[in-house]
């Protein structure tokens, strides 16, 4: 293939795709039958969210996918969308929006390289083993000159890794560090390890709130793979929609895309719901990497007492504990997660401006809000519930 020129294509759906050359971009560690590392990205999460019509027309999220080749076979591809909104990315870009437009430019449409709905980092820019460099290279030219040509204002990449935000700064886009609260496992046997880690008053708070929770007069199941059943959804549905109603005035996926995980993602998921008297009253969804399992959403239809916590961050540290995973990603925001032992970890996004004095104007936005997040997640770090290590001078 030495010599040969490297072809970019946008397709509008992943049905023009094979599953597998897809795959084989997104998810090669996954090939032999391992779980991927990052399970958004593989072709049957974004093919769930296609098929559901939780992407696609009047979502404001149309999906234009971006695949580069070299003599017909895949060397890598993005999840690319047009967007009319900035809805669902959870790296915030509204004030940039209206700075532009109230200074008479047009920013939206823009393109977005993103997973829709999921604030997870992953790679953005899939590309085969085989042709890192060059595929790596091949769709960030391609995102750009499809941006220029079209006279598109900005073109975005969020919630990538931080390798990817290095090479991406290297060839000319700009670099934006925001932050998270992340779990992280030290190698606990079990979760008395991880709370023997913590100072005596976070210890004994957080037996607390386990002893509420799990005191609301009911069982509290964890569900994976076939355990999971239709009617789980069902009562799942109920939950997510309260809470995106409350948060987003109306949930961004569709009643749809819980069958689309029935059928072909509930291996990827653990589902931890509550039951109380014979109904189910909370539950959260975790969808499980390689090496980390996501937090993704949170409902319910009673309130008990820490019972979110329990659901949502307890269970999920068991789970991790259990399966020998590094990491717990808890999603957007919660500066409440910290006393429960999730740290500030930074995340970071790609961005590319058409126009050199936003540009410019946004260069310098990027690196004061760099500085700014930076000294924060010092200042929480020391703040967290940890043990602080002593240091004893010597005589």
Not at 19 to 26: E, S
Not at 214 to 229: C, H, K, P, R, S
Not at 262 to 286: E, F
Request: include cysteine.
């Amino acid at each position: 293939m030495d010599g040969q020129e490297v072809e970019i294509r946008v397709v509008p759906t992943l049905a023009q795709i094979d599953a597998a050359a897809w795959d084989a971009c997104a998810c090669p560690e996954a090939v032999d039958g391992e779980r991927p590392n990052d399970p958004f990205t593989t072709y049957r999460f974004l093919r769930a969210l296609e098929d559901s019509r939780s992407v696609g027309t009047g979502t404001g999220w149309q999906p234009q996918y971006l695949v580069a080749s070299i003599g017909g076979q895949v060397i890598g591809c993005a999840p690319m969308y047009v967007k009319s909104h900035s809805q669902g990315e959870y790296i915030f870009d509204h004030n940039w929006a209206h700075a532009y437009e109230r200074a008479g430019g047009r920013y939206y449409p823009k393109l977005q390289i993103a997973v829709p709905h999921t604030p997870a980092t992953g790679r953005r820019f899939l590309v085969h083993p085989d042709f890192a460099e060059a595929g790596f290279a091949a769709l960030v030219q391609g995102a750009v000159q499809l941006a220029q040509s079209n006279g598109i204002s900005t073109l975005h990449a969020t919630f990538c890794t931080e390798a990817e935000a290095e090479l991406g700064v290297e060839m000319g886009l700009m670099r934006r560090v925001t932050q998270q609260f992340h779990w992280h496992n030290d190698g606990y046997a079990s979760f008395d390890d991880f709370l023997a880690t913590l100072s005596s008053r976070k210890r004994k708070n957080i037996r607390k709130e386990r002893a509420q929770a799990q005191d609301f007069g009911g069982e509290i199941e964890v569900l994976t793979g076939d355990a999971i059943q239709p009617h789980h959804w069902d009562a799942f549905w109920e939950f997510y929609q309260d809470t995106g109603a409350r948060k987003w005035g109306t949930p961004y996926l569709t009643r749809d895309f819980f069958n689309q995980a029935q059928a072909h993602l509930r291996d990827d998921i653990y589902l931890v719901l509550a039951r109380r008297d014979g109904a189910y009253v909370a539950g959260a969804l975790n969808f499980i990497g390689a090496h980390a399992l996501y937090g993704r959403y949170w409902g319910c239809t009673e309130h008990h007492p820490c019972l979110h916590f329990e659901l949502c961050y307890y269970q999920a540290i068991d789970i991790a504990i259990a399966q020998g995973l590094n990491t717990v990603e808890a999603g957007a925001q919660g500066e409440h997660k910290l006393a429960r032992g999730y740290l500030p970890t930074q995340t970071h996004s790609l961005h590319w401006v058409g126009d050199p004095g936003f540009s410019d104007a946004i260069a310098s936005y990027l690196k004061a809000e760099g500085e700014a997040v930076a000294e924060e997640i010092e200042i929480l770090t020391d703040y967290g519930p940890f043990k602080k290590i002593q240091i004893e001078e010597q005589e």
